[in-house]
Nanobody, 123 residues
Framework: VQLQASGGGLVQAGGSLRLSCAAS????????VAWFRQAPGKEREFVGT????????TYTDSVKGRFTISRDNAQNMVYLQMDDLKSEDTAVYYC?????????????????WGQGTQVTVSS
C-alpha cells in the first residue's frame, strides 16, 4: 500500500486542522493505520491508531479529547481531526499502516509510511 498525507498548515492555538491520509494499492481495509508526529530534535511520537473497520481507536494521552481518527475504507482514506490545537502539537505528521496486531505505538511496527505533512501551531 502507498500512503500520502496532506492537510497540514499554520494555525493559531485553539484552532483546528484535519489531516488526510490517502491510500492506494492493495485492499485498504486490511490495514491498521496510525498517525505519528515528529517535532524538531525529538523522536517520532505515536499520536493515535484506528483498526481495520474503524470501530476502535486508541490515542496517546496528550491528544485524548482533542484529536479524532476516522477512516472511510470505500474511499481509501484515513483522517486525523485535530481540535483545540496547542503549540506543543507542532510537528511533522505521518500516517503509517500495517496488517497485523502488535505493539501499536512503536514506529518500527509499521511497514508502510506516507510522506509527512507539517503542522505549525502559533501561540
Amino acid at each position: 500500500v502507498q500512503l500520502q498525507a496532506s492537510g497540514g498548515g499554520l494555525v493559531q492555538a485553539g484552532g483546528s486542522l484535519r489531516l488526510s491520509c490517502a491510500a492506494s494499492g492493495r485492499t485498504f481495509s486490511a490495514y491498521i493505520v496510525a498517525w505519528f508526529r515528529q517535532a524538531p530534535g525529538k523522536e517520532r511520537e505515536f499520536v493515535g491508531t484506528i483498526n481495520w473497520s474503524g470501530g476502535s481507536t486508541t490515542y496517546t494521552d496528550s491528544v485524548k479529547g482533542r484529536f479524532t481518527i476516522s477512516r472511510d475504507n470505500a474511499q481509501n482514506m484515513v483522517y486525523l481531526q485535530m481540535d483545540d490545537l496547542k503549540s506543543e502539537d507542532t510537528a511533522v505528521y505521518y500516517c503509517a499502516a500495517r496488517t497485523y496486531i502488535g505493539t501499536y505505538n512503536l514506529p518500527h511496527e509499521y511497514a508502510y509510511w506516507g510522506q509527512g505533512t507539517q503542522v505549525t501551531v502559533s501561540s
